[in-house]
């Protein structure tokens, strides 16, 4: 309890009441034909938005078969969106990242479950304290097959749960790498108080939670 205090002023430096609105631009994005990212060298890409990318990418990190995590913006209607930009919440991208992944290791339906078990699934909007539509939950597919897989796995999970699942669902467009400073912030700051008491607590949590999906090295 005495962390709960110092635990909103921080997040509420990264975080931004401001709500999407569905305009016709955004219509058109969840509307559009999914673009599918061929597999290249033995490896295939996925994207997710689930709150800060800081907390995402260091939880798909230490998944075993994904090779790199990077994060960006992805959802939205304009296009080079910066940090500045999409913590409006008038661009309509969310926090997103984009895995790098050995599908001969693991599947995209094992990271779909990772997406909902690293995650409050219920919470519309943000995670934990980040609140605002650019830390809103999308799962994005890139054909038929991972739509149905997604669907699937939602609607287990509503049923489990007996609550509305948050994540959106999106055919992916476009990923917008983000500034350079946020790549592998977690561990390039472990010293960050926001690192130290949401992002790493995030990711323990993960751990304990899938232990058998982690890398031996974490």
Request: with cysteine.
């Amino acid at each position: 309890m005495q962390k709960v205090i110092p635990l909103l002023i921080i997040s509420l430096l990264f975080s931004c009441n401001n709500t999407a609105q569905t305009s016709p631009k955004q219509l058109a994005i969840i509307n559009a034909e999914p673009v599918e990212i061929p597999i290249q060298k033995g490896k295939a890409r996925a994207y997710f938005a689930s709150g800060c990318f800081w907390c995402v990418e260091a939880i798909y990190e230490s998944v075993k078969g994904v090779s790199e995590v990077i994060s960006g913006y992805s959802g939205g209607h304009t296009k080079k969106p910066t940090y500045e930009a999409s913590n409006t919440g008038r661009t309509g991208h969310a926090e997103a990242v984009e895995v790098i992944y050995d599908p001969n290791i693991v599947s995209f339906s094992t990271l779909v479950d990772v997406y909902f078990g690293s995650q409050n699934p219920t919470q519309v909007n943000g995670q934990g304290n980040d609140i605002g539509s650019q830390y809103r939950s999308i799962i994005f597919y890139q054909n038929d097959e991972q739509k149905q897989i997604i669907e699937t796995k939602k609607t287990a999970l509503s049923k489990k749960l007996n609550a509305k699942i948050a994540a959106e669902v999106y055919p992916f467009q476009k990923f917008w790498k983000a500034e350079d400073y946020h790549q592998n912030y977690e561990r390039l700051h472990p010293e960050n108080p926001y690192i130290q008491n949401v992002s790493i607590p995030r990711l323990n949590r993960f751990k304990r939670k899938f232990p058998e999906l982690l890398k031996e090295n974490h």
